[in-house]
């Protein structure tokens, strides 16, 4: 996902959208997570939830976010980016990876 990138600190989290879509996890230059918000919601609830551990001590780390407000169309976006990003690279990203 190209776009703006935003520290991944709670001062950062606050400016995120109240909405609901997709969201990036970046440690410096590297994609390490691909989310979609569920159950209505917003970036910046699911954003909280990683900066403070509650999906993954991977995403947890994060150093940046970026995000892409799409209301009803994140489930089908966030599998867009992730097999772009797995055809490119011909992995997930690592905190995908680190789930498995």
Not at 3 to 14: C, D
Not at 65 to 85: H, K
Request: aromatic fraction near 12%; charge should be negative; glycine fraction near 8%.
């Amino acid at each position: 996902m190209k776009g703006t990138r935003y520290p991944f600190t709670l001062a950062g989290i606050r400016n995120a959208p109240s909405a609901t879509g997709v969201y990036c996890l970046w440690d410096d230059e590297e994609l390490i997570y691909v989310g979609q918000t569920s159950g209505g919601a917003s970036i910046q609830a699911a954003l909280t939830d990683h900066h403070f551990g509650k999906f993954s001590a991977c995403t947890e780390k994060a150093t940046h976010f970026s995000f892409e407000v799409c209301p009803g169309l994140q489930l089908r976006r966030e599998a867009d980016l992730l097999e772009v990003y797995q055809r490119t690279f011909g992995q997930l990203p690592r905190c995908h990876r680190e789930r498995d």
